[in-house]
């Protein structure tokens, strides 16, 4: 099959923000590394199924959700690492700039509710729609929106965060509000 | 502006979807947070494994 070529550097380019995801949901580089690979393998072997000209990290996140929940199953409550042991291994490179307000972000975002966190990160930082996020995760809209915001309110809480930070309406909100109607 | 104004929890609710842009504090941390990871690029293996996929495909008779 010559299919293959132009899949393959798609699947390239989607690695990065794959990544991102993964270390987002395990909170733990080599994991969530080993879990790209799990991805791209199962990925491989589907592409037929995949549309082209619909949203392909969309669906490949949809493949990494689906294989950390179904490892999450097999190993139990392992992964949850709740006390954070693991945090110190995230693979992030140290920057010099405003370091200690994203390590206390980084910090009060594991600490979040699975759920609440996928959540928040697609929307906030993957930037997909709310129907994009509701597909990822196998649920309604409404409920992204409360995880969303329940995810939202507890990073507030943690990082003693007020409401008076919010300025106006912006481009994930025009983006967000189109195609999420209840 | 003062403690009165605040959010009932469910203000709050209709609020989320502007609450997370740019123009706030935590969307900003989050982009901050994730374009971090991003920015690491693909590590080797990952290419390399997609070059073995591909290979594997154009040559499934091999072994």
Known sequence: MVVSQGFRSDLLGAIPSLRAFAISLCRN????????????VKAW???????????LTAWLFTILRNEFYSQMRKRGREVQ????????????????????????FRTALQQLPQDQREAIILIGASGFSYEEAAEI?????????SRVSRARARLQELLKMSDDDYFGPDAISTQVTSSAQE | MTNIYKDSPGRRQAKTVESLGPNTEIGRKLK?????????????????????????????DKD
């Open chain 1, 29 to 40: 580089a080599d994991r969530a590394d080993d879990l790209v690979q799990e991805t791209l």
């Open chain 1, 45 to 55: 072997d589907k592409q037929a199924s995949f549309q082209p000209g619909t949203n």
């Open chain 1, 81 to 104: 690492d709740t006390d954070g042991v693991m945090t110190a291994r995230l693979a992030v490179p140290p920057a010099q700039h405003g370091q200690l307000d994203l390590d206390d």
């Open chain 1, 137 to 145: 995760c196998g649920c309604a809209i409404g409920t992204i929106k």
């Open chain 2, 32 to 60: 901050q947070y994730y374009d971090d990871l991003v920015s690491e690029g693909v590590p080797d293996r990952f290419a390399q494994l997609l070059a073995k996929l591909e290979k594997a495909e154009i040559e499934p």
